[in-house]
């Protein structure tokens, strides 16, 4: 499987993670709020939960995808949309997202708790399901074997990327909470790029299932 289709799986998936999308929201916030070691631990149980769906998802469409390449092709073309939609949705609330991201809670939540959230964000995100299900066929090789192999394996590899990543995040906004919040324009400028980057992955997609 560690070939031409993997390759831009992970390209792609780097991509997408580090876009600020709703997972990095959560876990900006978090860290602008109660620092590095709860934007981590809000990371853990968010790719937790992450896992789980993409497990749901492999064993779920694994066979289906491998009997039917119009499936494939109508799937990539809703993941297609949905990137896009998220990046459009991303560019239009960039404001309103900005500012959530700047508000604390009153209690500082204990370590299980914030592992808990985080899991409940992550699996019972619709969006992660729809997402998971929705581009990751675009990536699978029927050539390199086992469909549903391909997905659990593309499942594992994005949450150890997205755990990395999103940690990454919120550790950078533990560390500069102060000069986060200092000025909400930096957060609006972090969420148009996530915005864009959204878009473009979107249309690439579309473009590669129109040439299947």
């Known amino acids: 499987m560690i070939g031409g289709h993997f390759a831009q799986f992970l390209v792609a998936s780097v991509l ?3 876009a600020p999308g709703p997972s990095v929201l959560f876990t900006l916030a978090r860290g602008v709020a109660w620092g590095r070691s709860v934007a981590v631990l809000t990371v853990l149980g968010i790719n937790v939960g992450a896992l789980l769906l993409s497990l749901v998802v492999a064993f779920g469409l694994g066979p289906l995808l491998a009997h039917s390449k119009p499936l494939s092709i109508a799937l990539q073309i809703v993941g297609g949309l949905y990137l896009i939609w998220l990046g459009v949705d991303a ?8 500012h959530a991201m700047t508000e604390r809670e009153d209690v500082r939540p204990s370590r299980v708790q914030v592992i808990r ?16 299900a929705a581009v990751f066929p675009h990536f699978v090789d029927r050539t390199k074997g086992n469909v549903t192999v391909q997905l659990v394996v593309f499942g594992c590899v994005f949450c150890v990327i997205a755990f990395v990543c999103d940690s990454t995040w919120g550790v950078v906004a533990g560390t500069a909470r102060e000069w986060l919040v200092a000025s909400p ?10 915005g864009a980057v959204m878009c473009a992955l979107g249309v690439v997609i579309l473009v590669s299932a129109a040439l299947s």
């Open 117 to 132: 959230q985080g899991f409940t964000v992550g699996i019972l995100n619709p969006k992660t399901l729809i997402f998971f």
């Open 185 to 194: 324009r930096r957060l609006v400028v972090l969420r148009s790029i996530g």
């Open 91 to 98: 560019l239009r609330q960039r404001e309103a997202h900005a």
């Open 16 to 18: 997408i993670i580090l």
